[in-house]
């Protein structure tokens, strides 16, 4: 069955320092998007992203954070000065079309040193 | 504002009993209500969904939820445990109606499944 990817498996990063986290969504799926789950808390929508641009954002998605689609194939995730706060578990996940159920990648986990 | 509310954050069972896992939404307008499970170090796997067919609905490894409107529940349940079942469990709603594709998740439940 085809599934969403995730790399790298972890990531520990200095603060204040750019990290890349990146997903290839399945194959035939058009819609996408990214969650983190801070350790103990809940999961928590990031943002999602259609057609080469995003389509919704939460508070969270502040300037620090990008998304982009620079291929065919992958989907990342940008954080471009990261704080302790980034720590997280971060989630990509897809579907074809909304109605569809989101599948879920194996997540990263970003430490922030 | 939609919300999801899991009233247990552990739950502990014997092997071969039933499983009761409690979940509550909010939603102004009628919702897709889903639960997924995460094994250990693995990322979310579906177990089932509603999207307002069946009120019934029957998920994969012998789990089912019932929607009930006027209690506004999505309660997960299995008539027999197994050690395998061992998970975090996440009940999680979505108002496509409003525009909105995210996912609002609950706080998840832990099981616990004693031999």
């Known amino acids: 069955e085809p599934e969403v990817t995730q790399t790298p498996s972890h990531q520990v990063t200095q603060m204040g320092q750019e990290v890349i986290l990146r997903c290839v969504p399945i194959?035939?799926?058009?819609?996408f998007y990214w969650y983190r789950q801070i350790l103990g808390q809940k999961v928590e929508f990031l943002v999602s992203?259609?057609?080469?641009?995003?389509?919704?954002k939460s508070e969270i998605f502040d300037d620090q954070f990008s998304v982009e689609r620079p291929d065919g194939s992958n989907f990342t995730l940008k954080i471009r000065s990261t704080k302790l706060e980034d720590s997280a578990m971060y989630f990509c996940?897809?579907?074809?079309?909304?109605?569809?159920?989101?599948?879920f990648g194996d997540g990263t986990r970003l430490s922030i040193l | 504002a939609q919300s999801v509310t899991q009233l247990d954050s552990h739950v502990s069972v014997s092997e071969g009993t039933p499983v009761l896992l409690r979940c509550n939404y909010s939603?102004?307008?009628?919702?897709?209500l889903f639960w997924y499970v995460q094994h250990p170090n693995k990322g979310l796997q579906l177990l089932l969904k509603?999207?307002?067919?069946?009120?019934l609905v029957k998920g994969i490894n012998g789990f089912e939820a019932e929607f009930k409107k006027s209690e506004t529940s999505f309660h997960l349940t299995k008539p027999s445990a197994h050690m395998s079942d061992a998970a975090e469990y996440f009940c999680?709603?979505?108002?496509?109606?409003?525009?909105?594709?995210?996912?609002?998740f609950g706080t998840g439940t832990r099981l616990k499944v004693l031999a």
């Open positions: 509603y999207t307002s067919a069946a009120t």
């Open positions: 194959s035939n799926h058009l819609y």
């Open positions: 939603s102004s307008y009628s919702p897709s």
């Open positions: 992203f259609y057609n080469n641009e995003i389509s919704e």
């Open positions: 999680v709603v979505s108002d496509l109606r409003r525009g909105t594709y995210k996912y609002i």
């Open positions: 996940a897809s579907n074809r079309d909304t109605n569809q159920p989101q599948h």
